[in-house]
């Protein structure tokens, strides 16, 4: 990786001022680490894309953020989840989703949880092979099935591998197999690659469903819907279009080759809806440097890759950070509390933090809502895991 | 990373075939994901260790699997503990462990813990930094210090970076620093890196550490141990010395450069102690082909990147895995369970699996009893934590 310098801060594109102060505010007393999760944005994230896209269905990935308060407020606005696991199911029930608005959103899935997930009333599973197809037969016969297609994820700042999804030609066996085996072959998903900066990449997948609803008609299976999966972005370092930007081209793609025949449309925000939200509180434990004339300092903080800081992997994801604390600019490379050397967050792109920055002042990570908490490890080192607070402001 | 083909398992290498055997019968009525810890295997590899390098006192590095019953026997043992945080040390004490048995080992510490540390009884730190010096002087005064040198990790399976340690300039001016303000400068360490295979970088880290003691010995300061670290291999994948050529060589190391004027030893096994002894009993989920005439199949398993196998992150870690199945072996590539495309265990390295390999056979991972349940996510696309069960067979 390149080596490059990195703002760290704009209040004009990060945060209102004011309620920034209102959630440090909140913070104050409380032990660090750990997330705020201003749930009012949430709504508000809620609100906007579906205004933006109001003919979409929106599905939460509830995996980007699964905490009680937040499944709570989006089923009491009518959203629906896309759950990964029996075990996001069982939390969705709990929480009094109703089946009907669950997909089962995971192509890989043992035989006997599409049973359980089958006999708890779900009904919507996502599908990429032949095996899975077969099992998914045997034990949800009759349920709405999507076919997964394959995209390069290029473009996205946290890209996708093979790991999902087939090629269209292995699709469209896929789909008539479904039908052949008594399955509702509802429609085709993909996803472009979460924080998916390059807009054309939709283009390309809905062209590439258009070719599937045509071909697979032929064989006389009527495809009527398309899951557009995830991909908008939240707000990090680097910038990205607005989401009324990607709302309108999307749109555009969809008429351009689908007409007044357009399909049921589904998409699955997690990181653009909830990723905002979060703010990570934080303190600095050490700062140091490694020899006299070393040109930058080490700044360590007690969070880290294995406290909820996963996506800092390959320095993939550049969270914005505020440092309260003053001094002229310096750059310095940021690393977590463990004794695991694998635990640095930044040290190919420098961050600038405040010259007098020290021991015991407050950092505040920004846009870490999604794939934080839920990604933290069990107790590494000993450290529990990320704590989370709801903010009602 | 190249493209490496790579053999599976090898029970000469890796298991006694008759004790495996026990362990499946152990396993076999347990629902997978979980690692099962042969507690035995541990403590005759501690005995190993204390037979061939008696002079050295073993302080366990307990990041590398915390488990109680692990800890216990090793109390129980006589074994001395290197903690990362006040939450181990918590831990240990709880065990009955003695503080004087405790070594408090990670160089980055809030001044509050280190006060903490020392209001419990511990009066062993490590430091790097002056910044680390001064809050040590101030919050855990006279207390034995050791110093950090940087090394380079090379030759390490899971390096290190320049995370820990510092210059062996800095190092001088530390302990220089450190008997200034009344602490104990007791003596000099060094980490080659985790699973480090080539014993030659001991001999260099010796070497500086002779150079240290004689220069701040002409400062009238006398220091009186060298900290070994960790770095001793467990046996994955790639073949390793055995443990008993790397006490030889580091021995031979230690009498060349300090004759029969030997300082105090001590070392911090971590994975070489506890890898071996576990194994991680996971299953089959899924096989797939991504496209009709794809050469390679993908097994899915139910345990991944997030579930307790992070070390598989750039394929660092190459685990020997072991499929119950028949048929003609053919490449795949291995990955986890979750909605994330990172969750891949190998790609590069195209692991053996058994031709007729299908949904619900068992796959036994083995030398996974390091590094792995205290990694694992909190509940990252809602699957629980790795379980562990302690087999004593």
Chains 1, 2 share one sequence.
């Not at 009491?76 to 939390?91: M, N, P, T, Y």
């Amino acid at each position: 990786m390149e080596e490059e310098s990195c703002y760290t801060f704009d209040f004009d594109r990060h945060m209102d001022p004011e309620r920034f102060e209102r959630i440090k505010a909140f913070a104050a007393d409380k032990e660090t680490p750990f997330v705020v999760i201003d749930l009012e944005r949430i709504g508000d994230k809620y609100d906007e894309l579906r205004r933006l896209l109001p003919y979409a269905k929106v599905y939460y990935a509830v995996k980007a953020n699964p905490d009680d308060e937040i499944l709570k407020m989006l089923i009491a606005r009518g959203c629906h989840f896309d759950i990964a696991s029996v075990f996001e199911l069982d939390q969705m029930l709990r929480l009094g989703a109703r089946p009907d608005d669950l997909s089962y959103g995971n192509t890989i899935k043992k035989a006997r949880h599409i049973a359980y997930a089958y006999e708890k009333g779900v009904r919507l599973f996502s599908t990429d092979s032949e095996e899975d197809v077969r099992k998914l037969a045997a034990n949800a016969p009759g349920s709405k099935v999507f076919f997964r297609l394959l995209t390069d994820g290029s473009g996205a700042d946290w890209p996708l591998s093979r790991k999902f999804g087939a090629h269209p030609d292995t699709i469209y066996r896929l789909i008539l197999l479904a039908a052949e085996l008594g399955l509702d072959p509802y429609g085709v998903s993909f996803h472009v690659g979460s924080q998916q900066r390059d807009i054309g990449q939709w283009d390309n997948a809905i062209a590439t469903c258009r070719y599937l609803f045509d071909s697979v008609a032929q064989e006389g299976v009527h495809l009527r819907m398309i899951n557009l999966g995830g991909g908008f972005p939240a707000n990090y370092v680097s910038p990205t279009h607005d989401i009324e930007l990607y709302s309108q081209e999307i749109t555009r793609f969809l008429e351009e080759d689908f007409g007044d025949q357009a399909p049921e449309i589904l998409i699955e925000p997690g990181r653009s809806l909830v990723g905002d939200a979060g703010v990570l509180v934080s303190e600095v434990v050490l700062v140091s440097k490694k020899s006299e004339f070393n040109q930058y300092s080490w700044v360590y903080l007690d969070v880290g890759k294995f406290g909820g800081l996963i996506e800092t992997i390959d320095e993939a994801i550049k969270y914005p950070i505020f440092v309260d604390a003053g001094g002229a600019p310096k750059e310095a490379i940021l690393a977590g509390p463990t004794c695991d050397s694998m635990d640095i967050l930044y040290e190919d792109t420098k961050y600038e933090v405040p010259g007098d920055i020290t021991e015991g002042d407050r950092v505040y990570i920004f846009t870490t809502g999604a794939y934080t908490t839920s990604y933290s490890s069990v107790n590494f080192n000993g450290f529990p895991p990320l704590k989370a607070y709801i903010f009602r402001g």
